[in-house]
């Protein structure tokens, strides 16, 4: 045996049974489950969708899936739907990379002091697109919401339309962009800045249902919910915010509709 090949040189051999160390998903790793993840909330979504769509009786054609699509009682079961899909494909996922679920995702409770400044942050951007929203001359709130709340006020399901909006959409789309995104595409070469830019622009496209203006408002408010989430370590934190943002939208939609 030569020396190079002596036992002293030899690379390490773990203990049998030793589990291996735990590992995030990098650029690559992330983007595919990434697409996968998307892949099983939708699929939870439409699923809704194609039920109602089956169980209508209607002919399957334009007007039908129209109709569908803006009936708040199936927006908001569809919403709903998604968030076992997502939270099944994440728990694979971190499991996967032997790194607990929450560790993965950074579910840590916020203190009090950040809680403060993370709303104190949302409201100054908030009032900010409401002055630019009235200086434009353009409305406060997208006539998609009124159209899809009116429906489900009128089918007694308004409970849980705040249900979906204010609670299971924020715990979907943060777990997958503030959570699962940010956390892989941080720690690869994007950094932490990279990281924020890239899962706001996909959380934006989460939300093609706006139109522009609206669409620059979620892209501006994915950039301060990826600050926060960078400077705090805390989803939890952005999932309370994302929570109470959509509720105060929601708030806002239910008095513009009984004053319209």
């Known amino acids: 045996m030569t020396a190079a090949e002596s036992p002293a040189d030899a690379a390490p051999v773990s203990p049998p049974g030793k ?26 979504q439409v699923a809704v969708v194609a039920y109602f769509l089956v169980t ?12 569908l699509l803006t009936n708040g009682r199936i927006i908001s079961l569809s919403v709903i739907m998604g968030l076992p899909a997502i939270l099944a494909m994440l728990w694979l ?40 929203s009235r200086v434009a001359g353009r409305e406060s709130s997208p006539g998609f919401m009124t159209d899809v709340l009116k429906t489900a006020r009128a089918d007694g399901a308004l409970w849980i339309l705040v249900f979906a909006f204010c609670v299971a959409a924020p715990i979907v789309e943060e777990f997958f962009a503030r959570g699962f995104l940010y956390r892989g595409w941080s720690e690869s070469f994007l950094r932490p800045a990279g990281a924020i830019l890239l899962s706001s622009a996909v959380w934006t496209l ?39 943002n959509n509720l105060a939208a929601t708030i806002q939609t239910i008095w513009l509709a009984n004053n319209s």
């Open 206 to 244: 989460m939300h093609l249902q706006y139109n522009w203006f609206f669409l620059a408002q979620v892209f501006s408010i994915g950039l301060l919910l990826g600050y926060l989430r960078y400077r705090s370590n805390s989803t939890w934190l952005t999932v309370i915010l994302h929570g109470l």
């Open 56 to 67: 209508s009786g209607e002919p399957m054609d334009t007007s039908a899936m129209t109709a």
């Open 93 to 132: 996922a971190t499991r996967l990379s032997r790194t607990p679920f929450a560790d993965y995702l950074a579910l840590r409770w916020p203190s009090w002091r950040t809680l403060a400044t993370g709303v104190a942050s949302m409201v100054l951007l908030m009032v900010a697109w409401e002055v630019i």
């Open 19 to 44: 589990s291996r160390e735990p590992r995030v998903w990098k650029f690559i790793g992330t983007s595919l489950w990434g697409v996968a993840l998307f892949g099983a909330m939708f699929a939870g």
